[in-house]
């Protein structure tokens, strides 16, 4: 492949990744929260109920970190600690996710019907394509996350 396609591919790359960051922000400042809270909820969303700790190493946040997100969390009623069923000293953080989803379903219901328009216009050889970049390239960014993380 020329280097100019691959140049004007990671440019591409790039700036999707800054404008999702913008645009993230955006919707976070919209929902009354910033933008790295607003992605941490997804953890949330994505994953259910977890420990601090847990939170601590998906993020990388430091543990007094993790603590602040999760008292701003509590405060606006997103989220509550709970002990755990099995064992009392460890204290679950559970989102409360249809409180989640009611404050950020709106806001994303032009991006997501457009996006899904979007991704339903190309064919199916295509989209096999696009899926194959991404997964490839989200497995990329984990293992620099791992290697960043374990030095």
Not at 22 to 48: C, P
Not at 68 to 93: P, S
């Amino acid at each position: 492949m020329n280097n100019n396609v691959i140049t004007q591919i990671r440019k591409l790359s790039q700036q999707y990744a800054y404008t999702s960051i913008q645009m993230h922000e955006a919707i976070a400042r919209k929902a009354g929260l910033s933008g790295t809270d607003h992605k941490y909820l997804g953890f949330f969303i994505e994953r259910g109920q977890m420990t601090a700790g847990e939170l601590s190493n998906l993020t990388g946040l430091t543990t007094g970190a993790v603590t602040g997100l999760i008292d701003r969390f509590e405060k606006k009623k997103l989220v509550k600690r709970q002990f755990a069923k099995d064992d009392r000293r460890k204290v679950m953080i559970v989102p409360d996710t249809e409180k989640i989803m009611a404050i950020f379903a709106p806001l994303y219901k032009d991006f997501r019907s457009r996006s899904e328009k979007l991704t339903a216009s190309f064919s199916n050889r295509e989209t096999r394509i696009i899926e194959t970049y991404f997964l490839k390239a989200i497995e990329i960014m984990n293992e620099t996350i791992h290697k960043l993380s374990n030095k």
